[in-house]
Structure formats: structure tokens, C-alpha cells
């Protein structure tokens, strides 16, 4: 009974045909011998289905680097989050794996497991959601701006108003005039080295420093720190990292946005910042442009990477102030509404006096990522193809 064929095929009709004291071959004769109606065929064929096995991915396999990571995320314009990602790189095509939960119970309902396949080759962005089965299809860029959530809402600051903290708001929103005062950009290697991900990796750490002053020279102080551990040149020069290179380079040339910081710190880490970034590179044509001549230095990719953004701000200081005291609908300097207003500016004097002295150690944005194991694998090739059964909600 139990060498029967149909155990081995079929253990499911195997476990059947003991209960009945039969082989597995006579249990499945008698069933089909007392078939009399169609309701008995299908109850029939029903036992069989269940031997049917998953189904078995047909598309060729290519050869395909593959970065796993693990990263973690905060400060006033972020929130506490950590997850862990699987990037599939071949020179026309990427796919991110993302899953994410955010530090905080009251934010489980946004903890978020998606996929980003990048199909430079045909400008399509295909964002998955995983969790519903369902995806939007958008151009290479992305459909950012639809998002039904911004991580940045969901930080310390929320969506508390204009300015109040939660996301960058530009100098022209602000009504604010500033100019350049210095821009200052280091970039050290500083000679330690460690094992990333199976690869030897240099550490780089680069500091900029921005201060921009406004017309009654107040000045607002933007401070980035980079932490890279970079491959080796030697490394670099490899068939599987310069498959890795040519896809970078295919990508950010599609999307016509070669900035090298979002080169060195990844999409993700940069969109946290490019406002910053685009508002800078308005106000002083040139201030980029030094910066990017500085980040040359840094060779290879970075499998680690670490970026905090600090910022004391002074420039405009009063303006809004000045505002909210004359909101009082005509109501005069004694009037309760006065008092108030006069009680709440100096409670912020307060507050902004008081973190003056300790203003880097409060990151707007903090981003670290690391990978921790990098191979070439055989990928089917529907790994860059959206599944079946996943619905889609947008085509933009």
C-alpha cells in the first residue's frame, strides 16, 4: 500500500486510501466506478485538484545583481521608521523591495510593504502594493505628488501649518530675501576600512555647510553630514558592479536628475532634502555645482551611508510674528487677543533661544542604510514584471 505510485505523487489520496483500508490505485478506481451523475465527477475530480501544486514561474532566468539592506530613518521632517529592502539591478531594469514600520503604535496602520519596478527601457515606474495586491502604473519619475500620504506629514511637526515643522518650506513661500554668505564643503577620507556586505569598503565623511543671510544679515545656517563606505576601485572594475554602474547611470540620465548627492545617498535619502537642494540652487547659481565638483572625489558605490541635516535659522526672524500681531481683526494693543499673541511670540523667542546652543543635535532628517549581502543571481524574469492578479488602481 504504501510503495503504491499515487503515494508518492499524490500523498493527500495516499492518507485517503489508508483511512479505507485500500491501495491509493483502488481507492481512485472505486471512486471513478461509482461516478453516476456530473455532481460525482466533479467531487471526483475534486480529490485530484488536491494534489495540484503551486504554479511554476515559466519566464526565462538572467543573470541579476542583487543588494539586500536593511535602513532606519527620523528626525522633525521624517518619522521613526526602520525597514529592510531587496534591490534587483540588470543594466535596463530595477525593482525595490521595501518593507517599513514605523517606530510608533499609533502609526501601524501606515507600516508598508511595496515594490518599485523601474522599467527604464520602457519609462514606466510600476509602484506595488503588496499588502492589497494592487499597483499604479506612472512615468519613470513616479507619481509622488498623488500619494495619498507624505512620509513628512507623519513626523514630529505633522501637518501643523506653513513653517511650523513637518516639511521644508522654501524662502519665496516665506516672503524671505537671503543671499549667500558662505558655502563651505569638505569631503575626508579618513582611512578606515571594513567589510560591507562581503565587499572591503573606505570610509568617506563629508560636511556642508550653508549660510545664507538675509537682508538685515540674519543668518540661517543649513548643516549636512555624510557618513560613505564606499568599494574599492578594485572592486569596481568588476563585470557585476559595472552592470551596477550602467543601470545607474541609464536611470538618472532617463530621469535627467544626475545630482551626485542623489547618486551617493540613493533616491530615497534625497527626495527627504531636494527641496532644500532645488531652493539653494536657485538662490546662488554655482553653489551646487562646487559641491558636485567635491563629491568626485569619492570613488565607488557606498554600501553604507549615513545622512543628518541640522538647521538653525534666524534669517526673516519676526516677519511672521509680525503678521500674526496684526490679525486681530482691528482690535487694539490691550485687547485680549494682543496679550495673547505678545505671550505666544515670546514663548517661541523662548524656545528658539534655548535650542540655539544645542541645534545640531537636533536632525531634521536622519537616514541610515546598510547592505548586507551583495550577489549575482539567476532572476526570472517576472521579477520586473507586475503579477497577474495585482489590480491596477492608476495609470498616469
Not at 261 to 287: C, N, Q, T, W
Not at 308 to 325: I, L
Request: proline fraction near 4%.
Amino acid at each position: 500500500m504504501y510503495n503504491d505510485p499515487l503515494c508518492i505523487t499524490c500523498p493527500r489520496i495516499c492518507y485517503m486510501s489508508r483511512t479505507s483500508g485500500v491501495t491509493a490505485t483502488s481507492y481512485m478506481k472505486g471512486i471513478f466506478m461509482k461516478m453516476k451523475a456530473l455532481p460525482v465527477v466533479v467531487a471526483g475530480l475534486s480529490v485530484l485538484g488536491g494534489c495540484a501544486g503551486p504554479m511554476t514561474d515559466t519566464t526565462p532566468k538572467n543573470p541579476t545583481m542583487v543588494i539586500q539592506g536593511k535602513y532606519s530613518m527620523g528626525g522633525a521632517f521624517l518619522p521613526d521608521a526602520s525597514g529592510t529592502e531587496v534591490i534587483y539591478i540588470r543594466p535596463d531594469r530595477r525593482r525595490v523591495d521595501d518593507n517599513m514600520e514605523f517606530d510608533s503604535f499609533m502609526l501601524g496602520w501606515a507600516d508598508y510593504s511595496g515594490s518599485d519596478i523601474y522599467r527604464i527601457d520602457q519609462n514606466k515606474l510600476w509602484m506595488l502594493d503588496n499588502n492589497n495586491e494592487s499597483y499604479r502604473e506612472c512615468p519613470l519619475a513616479g507619481c509622488f505628488g498623488d500619494l495619498e500620504f507624505d512620509l513628512s506629514s507623519l513626523g514630529p511637526g505633522g501637518n501643523s501649518g506653513a513653517g511650523a515643522g513637518g516639511e521644508y518650506q522654501g524662502y519665496s513661500d516665506r516672503g524671505c530675501q537671503v543671499s549667500l554668505k558662505s558655502n563651505d564643503f569638505t569631503v575626508e577620507e579618513t582611512g578606515q576600512r571594513r567589510v560591507i556586505g562581503g565587499y572591503d569598503t573606505i570610509e568617506y565623511q563629508v560636511s556642508w555647510q550653508i549660510d545664507m543671510a538675509d537682508q538685515r544679515n540674519r543668518v540661517d545656517t543649513n548643516l549636512f553630514k555624510f557618513v560613505f563606505w564606499t568599494i574599492t576601485p578594485e572592486a569596481a572594475q568588476s563585470p557585476l558592479w559595472q552592470g551596477h554602474q550602467q543601470s545607474m547611470d541609464n536611470y538618472y540620465q532617463a530621469l535627467n536628475a544626475n545630482h551626485p548627492l542623489a547618486r551617493m545617498v540613493g533616491p530615497e535619502a534625497y527626495e527627504a532634502f531636494s527641496g532644500f537642494i532645488e531652493d539653494l540652487d536657485k538662490i546662488h547659481d554655482g553653489a551646487i555645482s562646487d559641491a558636485a565638483e567635491q563629491l568626485s572625489a569619492i570613488e565607488g558605490y557606498p554600501l553604507a551611508s549615513k545622512v543628518e541635516w541640522f538647521q538653525k535659522t534666524d534669517a526673516c526672524r519676526g516677519r511672521a510674528g509680525g503678521r500674526a500681531a496684526g490679525a486681530g481683526g482691528g482690535q487694539g494693543p490691550g485687547s485680549l487677543a494682543d496679550v495673547a499673541a505678545n505671550a505666544l511670540g515670546g514663548f517661541i523667542a523662548d524656545q528658539r533661544s534655548g535650542s540655539a546652543s544645542n541645534w545640531k543635535e537636533k536632525a531634521l532628517v536622519r537616514y541610515e542604510y546598510e547592505a548586507t549581502q551583495v550577489s549575482e543571481q539567476m532572476v526570472h524574469d517576472s521579477t520586473f514584471m507586475v503579477p497577474e492578479d495585482y489590480s491596477l488602481q492608476q495609470r498616469r
